[in-house]
């Protein structure tokens, strides 16, 4: 039997390099495209495009031949870029989108998945840190709290639009901060998690880190291999309308950190920069949705998936390389 060609743009990147991986040991031939190769770990791809998918051509080529496209590409970071940057993301990002959506459509891909973002979701709905799970239908009416927001928000309905008026199969999934090992911990756009996994990491036995915010701002946690799974899930099934992949479990940044601190054997004492960016004031997932339409839920509790994070940006920082 012939195996299923998939393509996964963004095979560069953090969710993306695993993804090939992972549909790769599932049996598919497996395309890879991004700007650049994973930083951390081999690309695992049968065949790695090494283009600008912000050029219309490259994405006509790269879609070419493929039964499926998983579209992971963006410019994208943690909470301290997507702040700061607005223009550059939603350009890159919008030209990205639209011209994979099309080129997808021209090469008759059977099948098209689209990685939303919780930042979708509007601000007047979190700025409580005990928040409420956010529903897929909480979108509307829109309020992102940043550009980058509404970018996918704007991805969303045009994928809407290609399965109104072209009968275009998509798939859309709002993914809720996912993190794991082999992914940005440096550099600016390193996402919570990583951030805190690096400053702990560089402390010393007795040392201090700083914290963006107050510390009492919450987030729920989506470890990389549960997102995977739900990914494909996802692609597998029958729903077309956006759907959650996160966790339910809510935690603040305090508690995020003392988690790590604790991983790490460390005695470390916790200051805050309260002029840092620190995104909306709380943020949770509802997986009521997810649960129904996917028959399944994230197996991987923080703490486990913490110190698998944590375990291997340590031995990034200390010089011992993957471990």
């Excluded at 927001?149 to 275009?168: M, Q, S």
């Excluded at 935690?251 to 601190?261: G, P, Q, R, Y």
């Amino acid at each position: 039997m012939k195996k299923e060609r998939v393509l996964i743009t963004g095979a560069g990147g953090f969710i993306g390099s695993h993804l090939v991986k992972f549909l790769r040991d599932k049996g598919y031939w497996v395309r890879g495209a991004d700007l650049k190769l994973p930083e951390f770990m081999p690309s695992y791809a049968h065949q790695f495009m090494q283009t600008d998918l912000r050029v219309w051509n490259n994405c006509v080529k790269a879609t070419r031949n493929m039964d499926k496209v998983y579209n992971l590409a963006a410019n994208m970071g943690g909470i301290g870029f997507i702040t700061e940057v607005g223009a550059e993301v939603m350009h890159d990002n919008i030209l990205i989108n639209t011209y994979m959506l099309e080129a997808a459509k021209q090469n008759k891909v059977k099948r098209y998945f689209y990685s939303s973002s919780a930042c979708v979701y509007p601000t007047y709905k979190q700025e409580n840190p005990d928040v409420q799970g956010l529903k897929e239908s909480d979108a509307y009416p829109a309020d992102p709290d940043n550009f980058y927001g509404w970018e996918k928000l704007v991805t969303e309905k045009l994928c809407e639009a290609y399965r109104r008026d072209f009968g275009f199969d998509t798939r859309i999934a709002r993914y809720h901060n996912i993190y794991g090992p082999h992914g940005t911990y440096k550099g600016g756009r390193e996402k919570s998690p990583a951030a805190l996994c690096r400053k702990v990491a560089e402390a010393k036995k007795q040392g201090t880190i700083t914290i963006w915010g107050d510390g009492k701002q919450t987030r729920s946690y989506c470890y990389v291999d549960d997102c995977l799974e739900g990914t494909f899930r996802l692609m597998e099934s029958d729903f077309t309308e956006p759907l959650n992949i996160g966790s339910d479990r809510l935690v603040t940044i305090n508690e995020l950190a003392d988690m790590i601190i604790e991983i790490s054997g460390k005695r470390i004492t916790k200051t805050y920069d309260l002029k840092a960016p620190q995104g909306v004031r709380g943020r949770n997932a509802d997986l009521d949705l997810m649960k129904k339409v996917l028959d399944w839920q994230p197996k991987v509790s923080l703490e486990e998936g913490l110190n698998q994070t944590y375990t291997w940006i340590e031995s990034q920082v200390s010089g011992r390389g993957d471990s």
